[in-house]
């Protein structure tokens, strides 16, 4: 089974703090992904990488800067939390192929006070 | 511009009884299509696809119907569980500029099933 491990579930932050939200995959997927999920708004993708050390906006970068230093690494960064980042996040990998299907991680909470 | 839609932000349905969930899009390129189920606190987990070429999928007591024409999609779950209470996205696939396909999420419903 595909295994994505986001390293923190829950995380309470203060406005202008810097934060690392870590990803590791074990299945060699080149793919994977960022996304936040807010009520009502469903899953945003942030950013996306297809390659080490390649990354590619998605629909709502700003604010966000993405590391992909190792195949099975992939972080987010906020360089400085604001309250409207508050949200859960969800990083995801997805192998070669035409299908598209993702494999989630189980998601961290972020709030910034 | 949304290009993949649930309106139906919730839906409540005796267990048992049959749940139908819908998703339209607008983007005649999508040629896959998922869903996925999501309970609070957890990531999304994938529950069933279709590809463009078919009309119907089905697993166990899911079934995805796709209508081309319509632009439209619909998950049944037969017969309904309390342990299927939970949100349900919808998804669509497109190759993309960037050389890798692209999933692009509903907003989600968000499926109860009263015991």
């Known amino acids: 089974d595909v295994k994505v491990t986001q390293s923190s579930r829950y995380l309470v932050k203060r406005t202008g703090e810097k934060v690392f939200l870590e990803c590791v995959q074990d299945?060699?997927?080149?793919?994977m992904f960022w996304y936040r999920q807010d009520p009502g708004l469903g899953l945003r993708l942030i950013y996306f990488?297809?390659?080490?050390?390649?990354?590619e906006k998605g629909d709502i970068p700003e604010g966000y800067s993405v590391s992909r230093e190792k195949k099975e690494r992939f972080s987010l960064i906020l360089e400085s939390a604001s309250t409207n980042q508050t949200s859960m996040y969800l990083c995801?990998?997805?192998?070669?192929?035409?299908?598209?299907?993702?494999?989630f991680g189980e998601g961290s909470r972020l709030t910034v006070l | 511009d949304q290009q993949v839609k649930q309106n139906s932000p919730s839906l409540s349905v005796q267990e048992g009884r049959i749940s139908i969930l819908n998703c339209d899009y607008t983007n005649s390129m999508f040629d896959y299509f998922l869903w996925y189920k999501k309970y609070p606190a957890e990531g999304p987990t994938f529950l069933i696809s279709?590809?463009?070429?078919?009309d119907k999928n089905e697993d166990g007591r899911f079934t995805v119907f796709l209508n081309k024409s319509a632009k439209h999609l619909s998950l049944h779950i037969v017969p309904s569980q309390p342990g299927d209470s939970a949100v349900y996205f919808c998804a669509a696939s497109a190759f993309t500029w960037a050389g890798s396909y692209q999933l692009t999420f509903g907003k989600g419903t968000k499926l109860s099933v009263i015991p």
């Open positions: 279709i590809s463009s070429i078919k």
């Open positions: 990488s297809y390659d080490v050390k390649m990354k």
């Open positions: 299945m060699d997927h080149e793919n």
């Open positions: 995801a990998s997805r192998g070669p192929g035409g299908t598209g299907e993702l494999f």
